[in-house]
């Protein structure tokens, strides 16, 4: 038999090797995705007028999406067991693609609400399958950071998505065309070609690839043994259990609320910036909502290789979760305009360091094959908070008057899974050799 063993040198050139392979292209399949979710956002600075909708028909219509999700996560996430996670991932990305082109073409507030609830049917099972798929591949030890960098793409697609989504629609309205449907179009197509290209770039395990050595795979496999053995208890769940389980609802909770807090400032950032000064251009309007995802990006995974350095879950998520609602608590009274956009950077660095160490944290609680089908019910459930938060945001603007008045619905929420997830009970697994 092979010795299972490997060097520190041949150890650490695997570890890269695999990341190398298998977080990039994850990585671009979660930008593009990503941005033909949130890119509503900046298509509401025209489409809200030429569709006539309020701000409440708008929550709607963002939040439906989250609908969709919710009903298909858990079966989703069966197929993808059942098929593969390449397969499944690349139906997700191409089914998405193809309805957010089909977007740019709506006439009716209700073809809108449509599309955007079978979007959310597309790409449901999609976050728990990548999750899952991570840990085929990732070491515990290694996991946080790799999530973080692989979750990263939601603060990296706000950056460069805000500017593109708003250039574009300023180019296609300066020649007379629609300019937000035409952006809706555009940032459609990339992901029907990236689902396509899972068959090649998306690797199924690691026995089925030819770029490990029999060796590097023999070690891997072995180090995922020997991590199960270190690992504290962890639960071990049947489907049926899993969906009634209380650590698991308990979990749920917890996702809704951070869910409701991290998306209603993604939709309604670029009408709260607008705010600021009617001045602004559309192409002001996507640079200064895109600001405050530069310093995310890199606190996220500064953030996430403390987490894995520490071996600590639990608290970096409770911190992270408070940083993000004192920080839009402070947004939201504020009355000086870059003062509100410091304190919603700041708020924006919880928001999205929490997802890293959230998912990580699930490692420690559940067993590899309960994984999957665990995450999955918990998105579900959480991102109810989708729908919700963007919904609530709508309403509290209306009565406030002004898009700012929906930063204190999300901080509440912040605050509250704070709270909670301080209250879970995680033990702390022995680290690991290096």
Known sequence: MTDQKLTPQETRRTVRKIIARTLPFAFFLYAIAFLDRVNLGYAALQMNHELGLTSEAFGFAAGLFFIGNVLFEVPSNFAMMRYGPRIWIARIIITWGLIAALTAFVQSATQLYLLRFLLGVAEAGFIPGMVYYFSLWVLERDRALVMGAFLVAMPVTYLAGAPLSTGLMAAFTAVGLSGWRWML?????????????????????????????????????????????????????????????????????????????????????????????????????????????????????????????????????????????????????????????????????????????????????????????????????????????????????????????GLFVMSGSLLVAALLTALLRVERPPRGRR
């Open 185 to 405: 179009f555009v940032e459609a197509v990339p992901a029907i070609f990236g689902g396509i290209a899972c068959y090649w770039l998306l690797p199924e395990r690691p026995a089925a690839v030819s770029w490990l050595s029999q060796r590097e795979k023999q070690w891997l496999e072995h180090e995922f043994e020997r991590e199960q053995i270190a690992r504290p208890q962890v639960q071990h769940l049947s489907p049926l259990q899993v969906l009634v389980n209380p650590i698991v609802l308990f979990l749920s909770l917890i996702y809704f609320l951070s869910q409701m807090g991290a998306l209603g400032i993604g939709f309604w950032l670029p009408q709260i910036v607008r705010e600021f000064s009617r001045e602004f251009s559309l192409t002001t309007v996507g640079l200064l909502s895109g600001l405050p995802y530069a310093v995310t990006t890199v606190g996220v995974l500064v953030w996430a290789r403390l987490s894995d350095v520490r071996r600590e879950r639990k608290w970096f998520t409770v911190v992270a979760l408070a940083i993000g609602g004192v920080g839009l608590l402070i947004a939201g009274t504020s009355t000086i305009p870059v003062a509100a956009l410091v304190a919603i950077t700041v708020a924006l660095l919880g928001i999205f360091a929490n997802k890293p160490t959230f998912f990580a944290m699930l490692n420690d609680l559940f067993s590899k094959p309960t994984l999957a089908i665990s995450v999955a019910v918990i998105t579900a459930i959480g991102n109810m908070g989708g729908f919700v938060g963007p919904y609530l945001v709508g309403i509290a603007s209306h009565l406030h008057g002004a898009a700012k008045g």
